[in-house]
């Protein structure tokens, strides 16, 4: 069962001239969050804007081993994330969560491989996470415009990552998509005798590159699962805006809302509109 | 204590506070952040007799302290929904008011047909008002014979209140009121949204799939609250009242203006713990202006010359 916290911001990072990193005091939805869940958000007690916003929980904060609070990764585009890009030390952000169905976790001998795209690497932190802790191996696939534009990088690798990056500018990793790589790792590990060839593929960023990873994983015989990000208004099933169509078994395909049947789903399940 | 309970016409609510109609999935999907016995009702999600599967997103775009929404009744159908939602409705012992939605007149009466008989229903709200689909619904709504034919049809089939629900979207809703009145109506409800559109300048695209889409929240909250005190003026039958109430405040405004009761719709999506801080609100209210029974507010607009008052400073 969610709950509502008016969270104090604890700070605001700006990492970018877009992307900021916002840290709130909402232990109770820290504490009870799980991979790939989300809150949704509403700076501010005015009508306009009027309605929360989704957003993937991105970190969870701990200090001397009890749970802080959270954070966000924000990328400047809307009303919404304009003034969360603005939001200063003691500022409350009304925070509603946790929301939504998790990943699915791999255990050993299986491995987890992440694909990120730009903002899509919010829900990847608490997933890293607890994929370490079961002692999975974790590779984070992650693309953005630029270098400038991959965050983090740091945080992965010290917690055992290895990264595979690139860019569409090229100045940092390999240019072009993420799935370029993608494409290459999954062929090498489906032809050689590599000891784990039991790989689940996790994604997140634009819609597009969800549907291409889907169909990468599907094409190399690997599980997959993507979180979506579709335009919600209340994040609880209520009003029916965040639908997705995923496929029937006659051929066809019907809407679910992603809010609570997602955001996460089966690579496999959805029917790509 | 004050009284807070209402009369709809022979349905009583435990409170005037009612979860409005696709603002609410079918209740069950809000049981575990509101006790749904605590509100005086729950409006269903509008229901044909079909499942259907709606409009292609994007469904909703926010606007200046609103929202359009082109969702086009996506929904189970009322077979799914009074096999698959209506047990744990009862379990949970909500007042449920069940927005039904025909493309034909002999829809809405087997609709109400069905209904009167299945467990645990107390009302019909009869959805003539949706701006999103072309068939049916909006053609009764937006004609004054149109209305009265389908509340009298589905009059005759029930003995579950008949509450139509009137759409704003007319230049005089007042006379859609009387002839649901006329026509054997137990009340009526308004406002649905208003048909509006928002274009994404930039690409020059309709912000909605569906080009146009109902606006509801805040913004149309002054207009409603004009139109509920028309209707209250023009009839007899209890008006519910509904458009942009966020707060206890509105829901007064409301009550004040004429609506017997209210139906929270935008606002819920913002807060889904709205409802008892509304209903606490309205507790005060009534203790700090003495009223005994929130029933007693109804319609108590002062509307008499005003006299030039002060107080010396
Ligand atoms: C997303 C959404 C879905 C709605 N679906 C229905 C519906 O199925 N049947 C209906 O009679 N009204 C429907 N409405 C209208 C509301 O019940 C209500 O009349 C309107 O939104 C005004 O109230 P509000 O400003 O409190 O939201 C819908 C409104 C919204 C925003």
Known sequence: MPVDVEARVIRNTRLSSDYNVIALAAPEIAGAVEPGQFVMVKPGRGTDPLLRRPFSVFEVLRREGRVEGLTLLSKRIGAVTGLLFDVVEGDVVSCLGPLGRPFNLVDPPAEAWMVAGGVGLAPFATLAESLVARGTKTTLFYGARS???LFYLDWFESRGIRLVLSTEDGSRGERGRVTVPLERELRRAGS???????IKVFACGPEPMLEAVSQLAAKYGKRSEVSVERVMGCGMGGCYSCVIPVRDAGGGHHYVRSCISGPVFAGADLAWD | ?????VQIGPLTLANPLMAASGCFGYGVEYAGAVDLSTLGAVVSKGLFLKPREGHPPERIVETPSGMLNAIGLQGIGVHRYIAEKLPELRERRATNVINICGSTLDEYVELARILSDADGVHALELNISCPNIKEGGITFGCSLNGTFDVVSAVRKVTHLPVIPKLTPNVTDVASFARASEEAGADAVSLVNTFLAMAIDVETRRPKLSNVVGGLSGP???PIAVRMVYECQRAVKIPVIGMGGIASARDVLEFLIAGATAVQIGTA???DPFIW?????GIRDYLQRHDVARVADLVGT?????REKQWTSS
């Open chain 1, 147 to 149: 270098g400038a534009e």
């Open chain 1, 192 to 198: 050689a005798d590599l000891e784990s060839a039991d």
């Open chain 2, 1 to 5: 204590m004050s009284d807070l309970s």
């Open chain 2, 219 to 221: 913004a149309i909250r």
């Open chain 2, 268 to 270: 819920n999506f913002v």
């Open chain 2, 276 to 280: 008892s801080k509304v209903l606490n």
């Open chain 2, 301 to 305: 607009i002062d509307t008499s010359s």
